[in-house]
Every structure is written in C-alpha cells, then in structure tokens.
C-alpha cells in the first residue's frame, strides 16, 4: 500500500515550501524517496503508452495518474537538492 504523500501535500507541490517544511522540523530528504517516486511512475508507463498510441482519452485517469505521479518525483527530487545545495554547496543529482 503505498504511503500517503504528506509532504507533497503540505506543500502545495512546491520543492521550496517542501525544503522549508523539512527545515523547521529538522528532517532530510533520503534519497531513496524520490528514487521509489521514480520507479512509482516508472511502472504507469505501459498504460500510459497504450493510451497515448490509442488516443485513447477515456483513459485521462491513467493519463492524470502519470502526471500526478511525475509532479510527485520532481518534487522530491528539487527538495533534495536544495538541502544538498545548503549543506554542500552544489549538487551531485
């Protein structure tokens, strides 16, 4: 079952409001978080192909669920550099 994106949603989706979030708890971002949200997407891509190939848009659901899904890893992924920027300098992602 997958978890429920408590962050992302707190959030509004923006990796600067997550990055501020975080800070004020004194968490990080584990780098396994946005390498599951990337294999999560990942696995929507056969469906997501077929529809696409098929113009298939009674399937928008499937097609919105990629696209929820893609936002989710892109914010994951700009709230990790950020707090590699502040603790580093620069980023190795």
């Known amino acids: 079952m997958p978890r429920k994106a408590a962050l992302y949603e ?3 989706g923006s990796p600067l409001e997550g990055y501020f979030l975080l800070r004020a708890e004194g968490k990080n971002v584990p780098r396994s978080w946005f390498q599951r949200a990337a294999v999560a997407r990942r696995t929507r891509h056969g469906p997501v192909a077929e529809a696409l190939r098929q113009g298939n848009w009674s399937k928008l ?10 936002l989710k890893e892109r914010f994951y992924y700009g709230v990790r550099v950020l707090l590699e920027l502040e603790r580093n300098g620069m980023s190795d992602l």
């Open 10 to 12: 707190a959030a509004g």
């Open 61 to 70: 659901v499937t097609l919105r669920d990629w696209e929820q899904a893609y």
